[in-house]
């Protein structure tokens, strides 16, 4: 427990940064970049904005806005401190941060590392790494479950399932793994994997 305190403590995205991000919007997009790769091709710097803005849906040119860094784990288990694109919208002038969806918001596990935890592959380096953090992804999971099958309901394209036990055979059958599936959570339904965040919410009139 010490040491997941530690992993937590030092890796997850303290308070005062979380409420910082809470006035910021984040896209997850479909990354071409392994973690390392990210960070070799400095991917950041390549990413290039949507031509609409995410949060007013006017057709705008984003401009660059800083930038963050924060940790992702990759699925050998090394630590990777990524520097995160952000924009910002001339009109509504809220910003926008590009997240690569090997990575989960704020957490330091990606999607692929709890799908390996939950499928029971616990000699892989990344699960074997952070055991203790799968675990408490997973008790998280399942306390969100009944608020993330009320918001997606049938909308994956299959019946939701009537209790949190059935949770993950439907997210496994709904989509190709939960990295492609929390994407689509975000992007369809603006609900995290293991979370409702404000910063997947487009600001209200
Ligand atoms: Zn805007």
Not at 73 to 100: E, H, M, N, Q
Request: aromatic fraction near 12%.
């Amino acid at each position: 427990m010490k040491e997941l305190r530690w992993v937590r403590s030092n890796f997850e995205l303290p308070v005062w940064a979380r409420v910082r991000e809470t006035l910021a919007m984040q896209r997850i997009y479909r990354s071409p970049w392994t973690a390392e790769e990210y960070e070799k091709q400095e991917a950041d710097k390549q990413i290039i904005p949507e031509s609409t803005c995410a949060n007013c849906h006017q057709a705008v040119k984003l401009h660059r806005h800083h930038r963050y860094q924060r940790w992702v784990a990759d699925l050998l288990g090394k630590l990777f401190y990524l520097w995160i694109a952000r924009f910002l919208c001339p009109l509504c002038w809220r910003t926008v941060s590009y997240l690569p969806d090997f990575a989960l918001t704020y957490r330091v596990l990606g999607p692929e590392t709890l799908q390996r935890y939950l499928e029971g592959k616990l000699e892989q380096p990344d699960v074997r790494t952070f055991l203790d953090l799968c675990a408490s992804y997973e008790r998280r999971l399942q306390r969100f479950a009944p608020e993330l099958i009320q918001t997606v309901g049938a909308g994956l394209g299959i019946p939701p399932p009537r209790s949190v036990r059935g949770l993950w055979p439907w997210l496994k059958k709904a989509g190709k793994g939960l990295r492609p599936l929390t994407r689509r959570l975000v992007t369809d339904f603006k609900i995290g994997l293991l979370k409702r965040y404000r910063c997947h919410q487009p600001a209200g009139p």
